[in-house]
């Protein structure tokens, strides 16, 4: 758990048991008079993530592990911790002046809602968080401008979410399709990219209402899209065989 942040939970017990016999060993046992503090943090999540390490400047890192956001100084070699999260964070966005975090939430079993939480990398105070009615958070992004995010559910419509930042709140939702989405792209701030198998779209915003328009792949492309970024007046894509 996250003792600093007062979030404990028993993501131990996949890889530690308490031994049979403790009870026998010292039947008198207590707590320790002790205070654990967490110091360093080895790792970070890669398995189901993507664009999840961020430079702040040429120094500093923010990327995310378990339920942790991570500061990681560079030249020191010292991390600091953002413990907000009471679930494992999934997905992970650095708006364009990197003075902002946004992360959201894995899976969970039983829950039906997932938050995403925006977040100060330089001191780690929470700005704002929002409670989306889906069990994950799959890809994240920020305007240009800082004022939205965007973001992909976990549910079975793969629901697409426009989140005001300083209201925390949904302006606008649509449904993404049947297959997976594993990326999604803000170029400016009215338009945004997602991409997944055999997906791509682009969805524009006007006022509170989301229109989108499906790509065209070529015959014999590798349609299986894994990851964007926009650059310029374009978006950038690679695939899942190393293509861009």
Known sequence: GNPEGGILNEQWRGTCALPDNLESLNPNAEKPNALISLSHVFGYRTKDIRNNVKYINESTVVYQSGNLGIVHDLKENTQQFFTGHKKEILSFALNSTRD??????????????????????????????????????????????????????????????????????????????????????????????????????????TGIKLTSKEGIFLEGADNKIGDIIPMGNKYITGTSTGCV
Do not use: M, Y
């Open 100 to 205: 902002l975090v946004a992360t959201g939430e894995a899976q969970k079993d039983g829950d039906t809602t997932s938050q995403i939480i925006i977040w100060n990398p330089t001191d780690l105070s929470e700005i704002s968080r929002i409670t989306l009615p889906v069990n994950g958070i799959n890809a994240i992004d920020f305007s240009e401008d800082s004022k939205l995010i965007a973001c992909v559910g976990l549910d079975n419509d793969h629901s697409i979410f426009v989140v005001d930042v300083k209201l925390a709140k949904i302006i606008a939702q649509e449904v993404g399709g049947p297959k997976k989405l594993f990326g999604i792209a803000f170029k400016g701030n009215s338009e945004f990219a997602t991409v997944g198998a055999k997906h791509f779209k682009l969805w524009t915003l």
